[in-house]
C-alpha cells in the first residue's frame, strides 16, 4: 500500500488501486488461543458443529483505492480518509 501512495505522492500517478493480505499461520494461531483461549473447552477446535465453543482461523485482506486528493475533490468523490504520510 506504501508504494500506490508513494506513487501519487512522486507524481507518477493520480489514482492507485492497492492491497495486502496477512496470513495467520498455525503456530502463531496456537499460541494465541493458548494465551486467549480460542480452543474450545475440550480443547478442539469445533466451530461448525451444534452448540459450537471455538473459532475459526483464517486469512485478511483488504484492497483501498488511494485518489490524489485534488482530483477526488474535482470528481467529488466520497472521501472516507486522508492519507497524509506513511512510512
Known sequence: ???????????????????????????????????HGFMTKQDILRPMTKGSDGVISSLGGAA???????EAIQRKSKIYAELKGAS
Request: charged fraction near 25%; hydrophobic fraction near 55%; avoid cysteine.
Open 64 to 70: 483501498l483505492v488511494l485518489e490524489e486528493f485534488d
Open 1 to 35: 500500500m506504501l508504494d500506490g501512495y508513494e506513487t501519487i505522492v512522486d507524481g507518477n500517478a493520480i489514482a492507485m488501486i492497492t492491497g495486502a493480505v496477512d496470513d495467520l499461520t498455525i503456530d502463531i494461531f496456537f499460541k494465541a488461543s493458548a494465551l
